[in-house]
């Protein structure tokens, strides 16, 4: 799940076009964290705003960063992590409702740029 989710070194900006452009209310993407080497955001669409959770590994698990006085659910894999939060996120974050898949959309795009339109994302 996990690597469909993934967009790699992409923008904060990049981020929100792709979810305003292609994605619905509970659309989500992952990408590479701008500010934390190593870590992921997890960004989730949510009416006209795009919800942003940092992923870090620690200890050697996955975990999603939460309020200082909570404390974080581990995971073995980022797939058990993103499964375990599309079955029940935590009332402090957006639900994960459509994985916004980046090989369909890739696909998509190449079937645009058949007809030549150029792909919004080509690189995806």
């Not at 993934?6 to 979810?19: A, F, H, M």
């Not at 994605?23 to 992921?40: I, K």
């Not at 499964?83 to 459509?98: K, V």
Request: a positive charge; one cysteine or more; hydrophobic letters at 35%.
């Amino acid at each position: 799940m996990f690597a469909s989710i993934y967009y790699g070194k992409i923008s904060k900006d990049e981020t929100e076009r792709l979810l305003e452009k292609y994605g619905r209310e509970g659309s989500f993407l992952a990408r590479d964290s701008e500010t934390v080497p190593g870590s992921f955001c997890l960004c989730v669409r949510r009416d006209t705003f795009v919800h942003t959770y940092r992923i870090s590994q620690t200890s050697g698990k996955w975990a999603v960063k939460a309020a200082p006085a909570v404390t974080p659910q581990l995971f073995e894999t980022l797939d058990k992590l993103i499964d375990t939060y599309r079955r029940a996120a935590p009332s402090t974050m957006a639900p994960l409702l459509y994985p916004l898949d980046k090989t369909a959309l890739n696909n998509s795009n190449q079937n645009k740029g058949r007809t030549g339109v150029v792909p919004f994302y080509q690189y995806i």
